[in-house]
């Protein structure tokens, strides 16, 4: 109830108490009922491809409030029996390889073979900058028009693990509208790329061609999780570079044991700008869903992502209550100094604070 | 009581049940009293450096009685005003580099200056073969006879968690019985370096020449870990391959940023069997511990330590009481069938256990 109508009331002396309780639980009623009518409204909306209904429930998944939460979760609920028909990409790469003019390219590929595509983001930063990549939409100009296509920006959040949760329903909500495809596109910082890959189906890894970070993407493990390599920007002089960079990834990619999918990772040329092996690297992906559809891989994943999360959420739960616990972060605090002056074990510490807490 | 004890005291019909309880009390007490003098005595005879009592101690660290554990939590908690003096080095390195005769070398050169040393384990396949390396202390014949020498097998435990808090605890009491270096070996198997790498104050890591293996370092992060790398078996024929594997890793140091110690992680070459450059890599720790002593960066070190281990240390109990919970256990399956069936969320069964356990 607004400010104005409580005062309206106030001073309204002719109505009794009554009925003023009265007309606030007939409006309570209605509110109640409003917001089961819009979450229904927002369902039927969203099956059938409405995709301001998708961003505003999208929205919702997003959003801090409590009772926005709790209709969210109505509404993820009944998206569950039409999501999980989509097939999910990861694209990922370094700042300059050129993600936004690939996913435009592949983007414009998939919708005029017909298919609708929605693009999601995981950006690390965003709890910093509210959300960088993709919050300019501006470098999608031909994909952003395309009514096929969906776009949405990065959610922001305190962190990784929440910006996560997010896009994993907003996965869901996208799938309930009828996406085709859903591309999660994200930067190499921290563990992002790890977060991302545990959410899709398929993790491509574009790479520029002599940019000599062969060793870091082995270092960071991220060569381990690629299902494919692009080499983007093979064009013109590069051409060369490129083909020589192939050999090396492919020769890395021989280094890891073969995967539980039976796949083998492949080594692609393309350029995004020049519109050129866009195509294979669609071709690609679904022969990795039929090998992995015909071997039962594709859904175990899935099931085993679905427990990953599980199991992360519950986790995490756990230590965040623990942890922000009044009475526990003064005793921890405490602990810690006879930590730093030797009075303590950290297990006899931590048997201590347990302890404290049961 | 014994057995036996028991049905004696029930048959001899003569003495009465208050005299009975009164001779049990008494003999609790003196039970008691006989624990108190062992701590006490135990602890005297640590601090005298007797390596009998040191054995014993750590095998009450080790047990899983609950009376054990007790007690060898005063213990602990009495012996660390007289910990802390050590120097504690890491060493890793892959099957067949050669540790257990490097330990053995090193060692030796450490006693012949007048060092005491300790030799602990962590070995993550302790949990099934109950202890293999450093089990068969015949591999170390040399050091196991010298006086100024301890050696003591890998702890067993169900879990990588179990085994490093007696590891850690076992530093403690070597600390106090006077040892002015630990030596904790472990093997490149899973998560077993990282944990070792937790506890120590110089992590050395062993290598081959030419062995090939270096991507697998990288891959790993072992490299990331080592504050020197020694290249083993640099002798007779293999010496050339050994100087250019010298640069190699040279080189894959130089792919990680400057450490916050101020430290440059350096490569030297050795050949334990042949005695040669053992003393140099003594020479660079005690160069390590003179820079980082001077820097503050050897104490910070320790006490986050002590903080991981604090925190790894409860979040691990929090899991484990949490899922170790019948009423858990159960609904976890169930949810887990919900979500193969695609009628729930991760995140939606994740906040349905949360508040089952609430």
Request: glycine share 6%.
């Amino acid at each position: 109830m607004s400010k104005q109508k409580k005062s309206a009331l106030k001073e309204n002396k002719g109505i009794s108490v009554s009925e003023i309780t009265n007309k606030s639980s007939i409006e309570s009623i209605k509110k109640k009922r409003k917001t089961k009518i819009d979450t229904d409204a927002l369902l039927a909306s969203i099956l059938k491809k409405d995709v301001t209904a998708l961003s505003r429930a999208i929205t919702l998944v997003e959003s801090k409030n409590p009772k926005h939460k709790k209709q969210a979760n109505t509404l993820l609920k009944a998206c569950l029996p039409y999501a999980n028909n989509s097939i999910r990409i990861g694209v990922t790469g370094v700042p300059g390889v050129g993600k936004s003019t690939f996913i435009e390219a592949f983007g414009k590929h998939l919708t005029s073979i017909g298919k609708r595509i929605a693009v999601l983001a995981i950006d690390p930063s965003s709890t910093i900058t509210k959300g960088s990549i993709l919050g300019d939409k501006t470098r999608m100009e031909d994909l952003v028009k395309d009514k096929n296509a969906f776009i949405r920006p990065s959610a922001s959040g305190e962190s990784l693990g929440g910006v996560a949760r997010k896009t994993r329903e907003s996965i869901i909500l996208c799938e309930a509208a009828g996406f085709d495809v859903i591309i999660i596109e994200t930067v190499g910082v921290g563990q992002s790329e790890t977060t991302v890959h545990s959410m899709v189906d398929f993790f491509l890894l574009l790479k520029l061609a002599g940019a000599g970070d062969e060793l870091q993407g082995i270092k960071r493990g991220i060569i381990e999780m690629a299902d494919s390599i692009a080499i983007n920007k093979a064009d013109g002089d590069n051409l060369k570079k490129a083909k020589l960079a192939k050999v090396e990834f492919n020769r890395a990619l021989h280094l890891y044991p073969e995967k539980s999918s039976n796949w083998l990772p492949k080594v692609i040329l393309c350029s995004a700008l020049q519109n050129e092996g866009i195509d294979s690297i669609w071709n690609i992906i679904l022969e990795y869903i039929e090998i992995t559809t015909k071997n039962n891989f594709f859904s175990k994943k899935r099931n085993e992502q679905n427990k990953f999360w599980l199991i992360q959420t519950i986790e995490e739960q756990l230590k965040s209550d623990f942890f922000n616990k009044p009475k526990i972060k003064k005793a921890l605090a405490n602990q810690i100094q006879l930590l730093e002056s030797n009075k303590t074990t950290p297990f006899a510490a931590a048997d201590y604070l347990l302890n404290l807490n049961n």
